[in-house]
């Protein structure tokens, strides 16, 4: 079992910056692949990032690309995603996720664990 909490969300104008973290406990955080997801208001959660089990390796798909990091900290057992050039189109709700199955990083599929997500608005 992994159990997930993220934090740092909030209230953000255009071309603003915030940095989102999900804390981990459970299963050794260091075995997991992580990813980070987001669900707009009205629609179905999309997958936006993942990061390898070493944190070696990323993934963002091209909406994020160029503006938005994944780490992790493994000693901290702690995510984390920062974003910046934020756009009103990045409202949402924020979401990590844990995977044990080894899966190429751009797979959105087979994430176990799940936080309860963290409130992102920016605003225009």
């Known amino acids: 079992q992994v159990q997930l909490v993220e934090s740092g969300g909030g209230l953000v104008q255009a071309g603003g910056s915030l940095r989102l973290s999900c804390a981990a406990s459970?299963?050794?955080?260091?075995?997991?692949?992580m990813g980070w997801f987001r669900q707009a208001p009205g629609k179905e959660r999309n997958f936006i990032a993942a990061?390898?089990?070493?944190?070696?390796?990323?993934y963002y798909v091209d909406s994020v690309k160029g503006r938005f990091t994944i780490s992790r900290d493994n000693a901290k057992n702690t995510l984390y995603l920062q974003m910046n050039s934020l756009k009103p189109e990045d409202t949402g709700v924020y979401y990590c996720?844990?995977?044990?199955?080894?899966?190429?990083?751009?797979?959105?599929?087979?994430?176990?664990?799940w936080g309860q997500g963290t409130q992102v608005t920016v605003s225009s």
């Open positions: 990061i390898s089990r070493t944190g070696l390796n990323t």
């Open positions: 996720a844990a995977r044990i199955r080894s899966l190429p990083l751009s797979s959105s599929y087979q994430y176990d664990y």
């Open positions: 459970g299963r050794t955080f260091s075995t997991t692949t």
